[in-house]
């Protein structure tokens, strides 16, 4: 329904139409209060007729004791009203279901509307009629008794009850005071109306006074008409009129904010340009101005690139065309305000001195002879470069495609807790550059690495040059940790996006999307780590050089604790130095019963446990030292989780059983496999989660030894009989690979000729279907693995003996290697001798 409290009027079109304003037609606004009495005399002289002519209302409703102006313009509405003027002016008024219905037919009107009387009509010069009605009774239609040329029907009175108690009362007065609090906030609402219905005493005509002024949707509107008694519509108005006041109140708040905003900026604008003229006469900038100085100055002093500098003062200069209010104003600020900042001439000054570099690095780190070799050759290098500049810039050896490069990038590669991330702390110390660490792990948006546009609301730059603001420095060791963790979904591949960044051919022109200009990154030296290669892309690790870094063997793990985790801990846990030491045969017990592990990072925890038991007993005054051996060591940390050796001597005990070797991204591993066999009909059977490849390997096993039964003095009929079921625990992990085919041939070889394999023995190696033993990778974590669980004799393929020079000189001397290159090589070490007859 239309507004009718804003507007003043009832809205109705094509058949019925509202004055635009009442008082252009003579009519008084508050004529519905004045001529309540006239009406109801009137219905006491007027008998009600029981047909009636009916005029269908499109989005309006007429209530008893009120007037409404209508315009009509249908020629059948014409007709009607030509007939009740010439009668006895009595006409039916109900409500069109649906008001999109221009011409409403007997099923299409409400059956419950107004008996009305034509009061005064005019004609206007566009063949319209404008008439006042005023509302008498509501009515009940019975049934159409004609259609043409207008509808009439047979209706009768529906007489309403109004109740005289205290309720009715009481909803009367809060109808009155919501309609006073409306009305103050529609300026519309005629000031002589409120203290007209403050007068009414008839609570009816208050209701459908109120309610003619008042915003209600029609179904609200014609469901008012139909309640009988005048309490319950004296409720349902109190309802629609507390919803109207709610959404009025807000709307009020709403505008009262703007209004505040809006002069708020005003009020700002207007003092800013008060304070232009005060700076003016005072012969000062204002602050626009002293900004855009500033701004170039500070370009000025940044000596960036011909193609930065040009784009920063483009910016700049429109910068100063806007004005502060702008809303490009804060976006353009904050630009060049990023570009201002950046390093684009700030290095710091490398420290060249091997030697002092070669102390650090040792300082920080035990072992890793391959990685601080590395670094000492890239100063090396440096420091070489920088005396010989001036003869190679003599020298004509100029090469027009390819630059000189000047940074690195390393690629760390090795399970947790070797000091992957540690390091890129202590090379930057040795080369006194600043470092950054920047995790990759779970980046999937590609605009992480190269920033936003900055079309974008909020965009800023990527990872890599935020790291370079922070560093003030365009030279600093900046290491990008978990590499082979980046993801990609739809909004991109970071992975691809860092080709650019790892490329020293091309790192020097490096283009941030935010900043769009290029950036030289080809003096960083960038540093990443991974635990595995695999899923770094091909593209991308062709990029980096890769330095594979392995486990540690138990004395260089015993040493480390000595050097760096026993010290660190002590200081942690607010130890002296003489309050707690371990003892070799300490360290010794933990690293081989209580952790397992490539890395340190179980053994300094449990290092830390141990430490903080004799803290407590410090600070309870128990003990005032401990020295902690192999026995303390047991007692604070409780029962060991694991087994020196004990576990191979439990598992291979019986025939069936081979110790293998694999590899993880977390180091290398032992892993035993068993066999067993059962009567039944030939079938081969394998489980724990193997993949394909070692699915393979497992028939390759099973096939060879049926090949060479004979030879194993094994009965041929025995596999017609018989069921035979290949394991490698444990179950719930997945595995896969060639490297376990000779443990699963040495397995069914000793369930099937009923000889244990020994139980020091350990082996990796692929097999094939003739017997030889091929090649296979991860050899130094697989020695180490079985080093660390207390296995002397490794059986690797012949190919792989050139592997055996990156193991450490005391596990080399402290293990026996056999070399095989036939399955026959590998059966005369690994099984225990037959049992005498």
Known sequence: MPDNSENLESVATNEQQIDEEHDENGYELNIMIDDAEEAEAEEDRIEIPTE?????????????????????????????VDDVVAGDRMIGLVTAVDPEIETPGPDEVYRVGTLASVHRQFRAPDGTIRLLVQGLERIQIEDFVATEPYLKAHIRPLPEVIEDTDEVNAAVRNVVGLFTRMAELIPSIPAELVPSALNVDDPLQLVYAIATYTRIDIEEAQNLLELNGAEAKLRRLIGLLSKE??????GRKIQA???????KVQREYYLREQLKAIQRELGEGDEQVVEIDEFAKAIEEANMPEEAEKEARRELDRLSKLPTAAAEYGVIRTYLDWMTNLPWDKRTQDNLDI??????????????EDIKERILEYLAVRKLRAERAEELEQADVTDYVRRDRQGAILCFVGPPGVGKTSLGSSIARAMERKFIRMSLGGIRDEAEIRGFRRTYLGAMPGRIIQTLRRAESRNPVIMLDEIDKLGRDFRGDPASALLEVLDPEQNNEFRDHYLDVAFDLSEALFITTANELEP?????????????????????????AKQYLVPRQIRENGLRPDEIRFTDDALHTIIREYTREAGVR?????????????????????????????????????????????????????????????????????????????PGNKNFEYTGQLGDVMKESARIAYSY?????????????????????LHVPAGAVPKDGPSAGITMGVALASLLTNRPTECNVAMTGELTLQGQVLPVGGIRDKVLAAHRVGVDTVIIPHKNEKDLDDLPEEVRESMRFVLAKTFDDVLNVALAPAAAQ
């Open 257 to 263: 904010e703007a209004q505040s905003e809006m002069e």
């Open 705 to 725: 030894i049926r090949s060479k039964a004979t030879e194993l003095n094994i009965d041929p009929k025995f596999f017609e009989t018989h069921d035979i079921h």
């Open 245 to 250: 006041l709610e959404m009025l109140e807000l």
């Open 536 to 560: 770094i892309p091909g593209p991308l690790r062709d990029r980096m050089e890769i330095i594979q870094l392995s486990g540690y063997t138990e004395q260089e793990k015993v040493n480390i």
């Open 52 to 80: 009636l002519p009916i005029l269908p209302l499109r989005g309006l409703v007429v209530y008893p004791q009120t007037a409404i102006p209508l315009t009509i313009g249908q020629q059948r509405s014409i007709k009607l």
């Open 355 to 368: 030697s002092h570099a070669r102390r650090i690095l040792d300082e920080d780190h035990y072992g890793l």
């Open 602 to 678: 179980m053994l300094e925890r449990e290092i830390g446990r141990a430490g903080r038991k004799v803290v407590t007993k410090i600070a309870e005054g128990l003990q005032e030292q401990v020295v902690i051996d192999a026995e303390k060591a047991k007692e604070l940390l409780g029962k060991p989780k694991y087994g020196y050796r004990t576990e191979l001597e439990e598992r291979t005990d019986l025939p069936g059983v081979a110790t293998g070797l694999a590899w993880t991204p977390v180091g290398g591993d032992v892993l035993f496999v068993e066999a067993t066999a059962m």
